[in-house]
């Protein structure tokens, strides 16, 4: 009996998130998109919404979204509309690349929208859900942050991406991050940090692909525990 109550007294010491499972989730957009999405959160836990880079998908978050379960911060990661498992619209099934010519990419940013109706529903607090894009997903996560979002991540953003130009965010706290071997994403970050920005440079890599560098991650994981 001892043995047991000493197991709850320490399960009692782990975020909440570390409790949680991982639960696939579906919600609609305004303009008639079924997204898809995962989501691991506990009820009063600060939220991460992860978006993602063109052509890519939800999963490239697993190893990061990981990282904010330890630290007490849940996820919700979503495809975006025409990718992965997100590919149900009002005109039936689209991929993404048919965005390109009709210069759709903008209206993207009506799935983050999404997402952050969806979390209210569930009783998050919209003071509670900050946003971290990547790529193209940067540029989308700037447009979709308000002054009610605690904090805000863009790892590699870009002065304009696929049509999706790069506004000035309106988040409470505001993260930028690039390599210098990325120029195009280093001049919008060095442009975003002469207007007070912060900002973490890292050696190599775009996007996602920077938190190979294990001391820029720990930087980036610091910053969003401080932004709490």
Same mark, same amino acid.
């Given at each position: ?22 639960? +696939?989730?579906?919600? =609609? ?8 999405? #995962?989501? =691991? ?13 063109? *052509? ?20 919700? !990661? ?5 990718? *992965?498992? #997100?590919?149900?619209? +009002? @005109? ?10 009709? !210069?759709?990419?903008?209206? @993207? ?5 999404? @997402? ?6 569930? *009783?998050?607090? =919209? ?9 193209? *997903? ?11 979002? %605690? ?5 590699? %953003? ?6 999706? @130009?790069?506004?000035? %965010? ?6 930028? !991050?690039?390599?210098?071997?990325? +120029?195009? !994403?280093? $001049?919008?970050?060095?442009?975003? =940090? $002469? ?21 820029? $991650? ?11």
């Amino acid at each position: 009996m001892s043995f047991l109550c000493a197991a709850v007294s320490l399960l009692s010491l782990l975020p909440r998130t570390a409790h949680a499972q991982v639960t +696939p989730v579906s919600f =609609k957009t305004s303009d008639g998109w079924t997204i898809k999405g #995962s989501l =691991k959160a506990g009820r009063g836990q600060p939220v991460a919404v992860l978006v993602h880079g063109a *052509g890519s998908s939800r999963n490239e978050w697993e190893s990061f979204a990981a990282e904010l379960w330890k630290r007490g911060v849940g996820t919700l !990661a979503l495809d975006l509309r025409g990718h *992965g498992e #997100s590919v149900v619209g +009002p @005109a039936g099934k689209q991929e993404w690349t048919s965005f390109e010519k009709a !210069a759709e990419w903008t209206a @993207a940013t009506a799935d983050l929208d999404a @997402a952050v109706r969806f979390l209210a529903g569930r *009783g998050f607090r =919209k003071s509670r859900i900050g946003f971290i894009g990547a790529s193209i *997903g940067s540029n989308l996560a700037a447009l979709a942050s308000g002054p009610e979002s %605690p904090w805000l991540v863009l790892l590699s %953003p870009g002065l304009d991406y696929r049509g999706v @130009a790069l506004t000035s %965010p309106r988040a409470r706290r505001v993260l930028a !991050a690039a390599s210098a071997q990325d +120029p195009y !994403a280093y $001049q919008a970050s060095l442009a975003l =940090k $002469q207007s007070g920005t912060a900002f973490f440079e890292t050696a190599r890599g775009h996007g996602v692909e920077m938190f190979k560098d294990a001391e820029f $991650q720990a930087k980036v994981l610091a910053w969003i525990e401080a932004s709490r």
